[in-house]
């Protein structure tokens, strides 16, 4: 076929715009709809309030604890001992900026929340922001642990600088133990959506209220679930699939769930802990140096230097036909 004439194309132009004025006159009453709901019971929105912490922010947070954690490591220029002071010096300053207002949006948020008058809001947020900088130096320690670990446990590790770059555990171990600090100091939304970034990139889901020791390897990493109250100790190894959860929500008497109480596990020292366990409930305790195998399901507590597995499943073979 020909191509059309200039008449037969502005023809069909007209009658495009007809057909497209036609469905579009009806927007302006799909607009008016959607302002209705957010008048109704049940739906949410955010309007007349004090601004939110921004998920976009906080990523580029992330980079900037990332490149002051690991210096050299990230971003696309050259550090040496002569220009550490200089470097350092800027990301910090930069990181004190944008972490100084999600903080302080955070606590005028939750001001508003609860009808409180924020009076020194402001000043909070950059006190809070300075306590978590001078927390970096015991974060770089606990996280070159996680580290050490990390390769003393997988042979698959030819050196700390492939650990750093491509673990998804020692990423997720990085944003959680920044997102654990603010999550100390009482700050509140911030670290759970830090976590939650890092649990939608790899997988790895640990809430920043976990407390976790040092020297902690996680292998592989799809799947793990880390509950708000859990407890680790130190060089305690998990791998994939691992769920430490709560075995129930208990409620109040109006029905509502109760929170704030313990209800996740308790890991001690040295346990090791391998793919695709579950081990539920506040009042279980796995002791020091305990083995729990593949695949168990645990809601009772386990005493130390315990090996726990399941029996071995009898396999059939069948001639194929």
Request: hydrophobic residues 35%.
């Amino acid at each position: 076929m020909g191509s059309k004439s200039p008449a037969e194309q502005k023809r069909c132009t007209i009658l495009d715009s007809m057909v497209d004025n036609k469905y579009r006159s009806e927007i302006p009453a799909i607009v008016d709809m959607v302002i209705n709901s957010c008048s109704e019971k049940g739906c949410f929105d955010h309007l007349d309030a004090a601004v939110i912490p921004s998920k976009e922010s906080l990523i580029e947070i992330i980079d900037l604890i990332k490149d002051i954690l690991f210096p050299g490591y990230f971003g696309d220029q050259t550090v040496d001992r002569n220009t550490l002071s200089y470097h350092i010096g800027n990301e910090i300053t930069d990181l004190f900026g944008k972490l100084s207002k999600q903080i302080t949006n955070s606590i005028i948020q939750e001001c508003n929340r609860y009808d409180e008058d924020c009076t020194d809001c402001i000043d909070r947020g950059q006190e809070e922001t300075l306590k978590f900088l001078k927390k970096i130096p015991e974060l770089r320690s606990m996280l070159a642990s996680d580290i050490v670990a990390t390769f003393e446990g997988d042979p698959a590790a030819k050196s700390y600088d492939e650990i750093i770059f491509s673990y998804p555990g020692i990423f997720a171990m990085t944003v959680y133990r920044s997102a654990h600090q603010l999550h100390r100091q009482g700050i509140s939304i911030l670290p759970r959506i830090m976590t939650e970034y890092a649990h939608s990139i790899v997988g790895i889901d640990i809430h920043p209220g976990a407390r976790i020791g040092k020297g902690f390897f996680i292998d592989h990493g799809t799947g793990v679930v880390i509950g708000e109250t859990c407890e680790i100790g130190n060089n305690v190894r998990i791998y994939q699939g691992v769920t430490l959860g709560s075995l129930s929500f208990p409620k109040d008497e109006k029905g509502e769930l109760i929170r704030g109480e313990k209800r996740h596990p308790t890991i001690e020292d040295d346990v090791i802990i391998y793919s695709n366990a579950t081990i539920l409930g506040g009042e279980t305790r796995i002791g020091a140096r305990s083995v729990i195998g593949g695949n168990v399901w645990i809601t009772k507590s386990v005493p130390p230097d315990t090996k726990v597995m399941i029996e071995e499943p009898r396999l059939v073979f069948k001639e194929k036909k």
